[in-house]
């Protein structure tokens, strides 16, 4: 079982920035694929993006890559994702997730969740 809390989401303007953290706990949630998702009203959930166990390079969606960074501090079971150059559509509910099998694009690769933070980016 791995419990996840997320936390840094808020209110930016249009060119700003946020850090989001996610908090893992657990006994081998060093060993988990972690990835953030994200929801706008009335839109499904999507992937934003999604690092390893291990930690190196992520992998990003389109439409944040160049952006957005994803990294992971294991000492501390906690991963972040730093937001640069935000936009009004990047507002949304931000969730993190977490599985042990495979680097996920899709939120069904996941077993576990956040409860989600929220980011609104302001024009």
């Known amino acids: 079982q791995v419990q996840l809390v997320e936390s840094g989401g808020g209110l930016a303007q249009a060119g700003g920035s946020l850090r989001l953290s996610c908090a893992a706990s657990g006994r081998t949630a060093g060993t988990y694929h972690m990835g953030w998702f994200r929801q706008a009203p009335g839109k499904e959930r999507e992937f934003v993006c999604v690092?390893?166990?291990?930690?190196?390079?992520?992998v990003y969606a389109d439409s944040v890559k160049g952006r957005f960074t994803i990294s992971r501090d294991n000492a501390k079971n906690t991963v972040y994702l730093q937001m640069n150059s935000l936009k009004p559509e990047d507002t949304g509910v931000y969730y993190c997730?977490?599985?042990?099998?495979?680097?996920?694009?899709?939120?069904?690769?996941?077993?576990?969740w956040g409860q989600g933070t929220q980011v609104t980016v302001s024009s």
């Open positions: 997730a977490a599985d042990s099998w495979r680097l996920a694009r899709t939120p069904s690769g996941y077993s576990y």
């Open positions: 690092i390893s166990w291990s930690g190196g390079n992520g």
